[in-house]
């Protein structure tokens, strides 16, 4: 109970996302495609970031919408939707992380992007309005932010990306990662240390050299 | 002031933990403190957050314009054998069980009930074996009929009254 005197089943029913998840669980026409819709570019995009591959990102993506069907009528309000539907994905994501520790992927070259198109690292290359050092430096940078947040260790990522792309908390987090709060800032700061570690070269670069791209409003 | 021991473990956690907006108004002032009087702590502070936007780097993807209807399709097979619904419909299921037992427990009262009230309301025919036993009333009945009560037939059976005939 808050002190309102709300439960918190009460407040999750004001998360609109809640609201579109009950439609899902009484099998409205229309309700899960609009889930879907709403949800498919972050779950895609913390997915990518998690196992930087961008087919096998869409393939977790799309199993964690499957199994939020599957359980639907199982589905109970207790917190935001948003922090239930990251806890399926997180799981997803460490299983995959976990076993492909077993069977080693061989990583695809720039020129394989397959069905999706070109990648985003592919498209700097080719974008005419910056300047061939900088497009350089961009993706020699971006590559190492890769390599740095792979060094991580599952968790750590998890929780780095979380943090950083889902603007989650740290109590938040901890929900998700079936962590305490204090177990999630210690592992925060140890993520931090171990970037800064792997990107020192890079943390005192000219900021004029390399522009940081702007925020996604997503 | 500036001190030369190296940041703790703990320090530094509480730090990330001020740059990502994590800490009380009073935590955070004590960390603004330490980051204004000691440039070691800010020094850390910067490196810090600027490894933080360094991850701005990522390259981003959308997913692909066809996922939507992907998923769906991947769905749709799905929709008739839903997962059962767990305690809600185990308790769902316990509902109908007993609304169909109190159907039957109604169906099989009433059809008692419409059964005795037949009884009831039938006129009754003697049986064979009811005008056997009852033959001596109903070859006596129309001297019955002239009693009024009982008292008086058993007065009549009283021997002052008639007497036997004895023969002496």
Redesign the interface.
């Known amino acids: 109970m808050t002190g309102t005197g709300e439960t918190s089943a009460q407040l999750a029913l004001r998360d609109p996302d809640v609201r579109i998840m009950l439609r899902v669980r009484d099998d409205e026409p229309g309700a899960?495609?609009e889930l879907?819709?709403r949800f498919?570019?972050r779950l895609?995009?913390v997915m990518?970031?998690l196992l930087g591959n961008?087919d096998e990102?869409?393939d977790l993506?799309?199993e964690v919408?499957?199994r939020v069907?599957?359980?639907?009528?199982?589905y109970r309000p207790r917190s935001k939707f948003s922090t239930w539907l990251f806890t399926i994905a997180n799981n997803l994501a460490l299983n995959a992380l976990r076993s492909r520790q077993r069977k080693p992927v061989v990583p695809l070259r720039a020129n394989e992007s397959g069905?999706?198109?070109p990648?985003?690292?592919e498209q700097?290359v080719h974008d005419p309005r910056t300047g061939p050092m900088q497009k350089v430096q961009?993706l020699e940078?971006?590559e190492q932010?890769?390599g740095?947040?792979d060094g991580l260790n599952e968790r750590q990522r998890v929780a780095?990306i979380l943090?950083?792309?889902e603007d989650m908390?740290?109590a938040e987090i901890a929900e998700v990662m079936g962590l305490t709060t204090k177990a999630v800032?210690?592992l925060?700061?140890r993520a931090?240390?171990n970037?800064?570690a792997a990107?020192t070269g890079?943390?005192?670069m000219d900021s004029g050299a390399?522009e940081?791209?702007p925020?996604?409003d997503e | 002031m500036s001190s030369r021991r190296p940041i703790t473990e703990q320090e530094r956690a509480d730090l990330v933990a001020y740059l990502d907006g994590e800490l009380s108004g009073e935590e955070a002032r004590a960390i603004e403190a330490k980051i204004s009087l000691d440039p070691r702590v800010r020094a850390e502070a910067e490196s810090l957050k600027k490894t933080w936007d360094l991850l701005d780097f990522l390259p981003k993807t959308e997913p692909s314009p066809s996922f939507t209807e992907r998923t769906l399709s991947r769905v749709d097979p799905l929709a008739a054998p839903a997962e059962p619904a767990g305690e809600e419909g185990q308790a769902e299921v316990g509902r109908w069980l007993v609304l169909a037992g109190a159907w039957g427990l109604g169906l099989v009262v009433s059809a008692v009930a419409g059964y005795a009230m037949m009884r009831a309301m039938l006129p009754r025919v003697a049986g064979e074996r009811e005008l056997v036993r009852d033959l001596r009333l109903i070859e006596n009945k129309r001297y019955y009929d002239q009693v009024d009560d009982f008292e008086f037939l058993e007065k009549l059976d009283h021997p002052d009254l008639f007497g036997d005939d004895t023969v002496p």
Request: charged share 25%; net charge positive.
């Open positions: 899960f495609e879907v819709s498919q570019h895609v995009g990518n970031h961008a990102a869409e993506a799309q919408f499957l069907y599957r359980s639907r009528k199982r069905p999706l198109g990648r985003p690292q700097m961009k940078l971006s932010v890769r740095a947040l780095v943090n950083k792309f908390g740290y800032k210690s925060l700061s931090r240390e970037l800064r990107l890079y943390i005192h390399v940081v791209p925020e996604d």
